[in-house]
């Protein structure tokens, strides 16, 4: 029977993923180096829409990894409404292990900015531009809706590069002494970086998925960092789950189980803002 309902949802999503139309556009230039992102819009998308947006940033600990991360994720929340768009960020790869993450926090405001300057082409509402990501990447969706400074000069600062709404897979967001992640990079500049660190009443609605067997991001971190969320009086929805070592949420893994849950979970967050509307397509076993 649970063979049969894996195999169910696994041709139904399918199915999902056939109605997406990706589309690039260049959104930086950084010496010879052309920065691009890649948008899904949903099948029945037209420019004059105001539609919610999702940016997605990749992991791979500033150092590594790829956009299509989140292709299945964009997949399916495209066909719920949702604009998608999946960011390429310069890395840290091959420079000094002490180099802090400068470059990737301001690839990811640049892009914020971009798509927000964008918004009405892009048929997006430029006050619902949510930011989501995994791991390093999850720290660059709370950096955008959370941190203020290191915008890259070039940046027309007149735009926002606040995220409105944050969607967190094991987020390396807290980069300080108390069992914090990238330390090492930033060191006594981790009040620069780290979210965790700059918590303030205005920062978005945010929720976190993380395994209790992550082996980077003590449970105690999240639940530290949801509990300063709530005293400022900012929503924070926790996901745990159990047994779970780093990087459980991806698709593509021997079995969609969790990859299937947390995207259900983040489907529900987003209607429960009035993101999108109706249940969700993607049905899946509690």
Not at 40 to 45: A, K, L, R, Y
Not at 94 to 121: F, N, Y
Not at 123 to 130: A, F, K, L, V
Request: hydrophobic share 40%.
């Amino acid at each position: 029977m649970i063979l049969r309902t894996l195999l169910a949802l696994s041709l139904s999503f399918s199915a999902c993923l056939q109605a997406a139309k990706p589309v690039t556009h260049i959104y930086k230039k950084v010496a010879d180096r052309e920065l691009k992102l890649t948008i899904v819009n949903p099948p029945d998308w037209k420019a004059t829409d105001k539609g919610p947006a999702m940016v997605f940033f990749h992991g791979g600990s500033w150092t590594g990894g790829l956009p299509k991360q989140f292709t299945e994720h964009s997949d399916y929340l495209s066909t719920r409404g949702l604009v998608c768009i999946q960011v390429q960020y310069r890395l840290l790869k091959g420079l000094p292990p002490e180099t802090p993450p400068t470059i990737c926090v301001q690839d990811a405001k640049s892009a914020m900015r971009w798509v927000r300057s964008h918004a009405a082409e892009l048929g997006i509402d430029p006050q619902r531009i949510g930011a989501g990501g995994g791991s390093a990447g999850g720290h660059l969706a709370a950096f955008v809706g959370m941190v203020d400074g290191l915008d890259d000069p070039q940046d027309d600062l007149s735009v926002s590069a606040k995220a409105n709404a944050l969607a967190l897979f094991n987020p390396v967001f807290d980069n300080g002494p108390e069992n914090g992640w990238g330390t090492a990079r930033v060191k006594d500049r981790y009040p620069e970086f780290s979210p965790a660190h700059n918590i303030t009443s205005d920062d978005p609605p945010a929720i976190i998925f993380l395994g209790t067997k992550d082996n980077l991001i003590p449970v105690s971190v999240v639940e530290r960092f949801q509990a300063n969320m709530k005293k400022a009086g900012v929503r924070c929805e926790v996901r745990l789950y159990e047994g779970q070592p780093h990087g459980f949420f991806n698709a593509g893994k021997k079995t969609q189980k969790y990859f299937h849950q947390t995207l259900l979970a983040t489907d529900e967050f987003l209607t429960s803002l009035g993101w999108l509307k109706g249940e969700p397509t993607l049905k899946v076993e509690k």
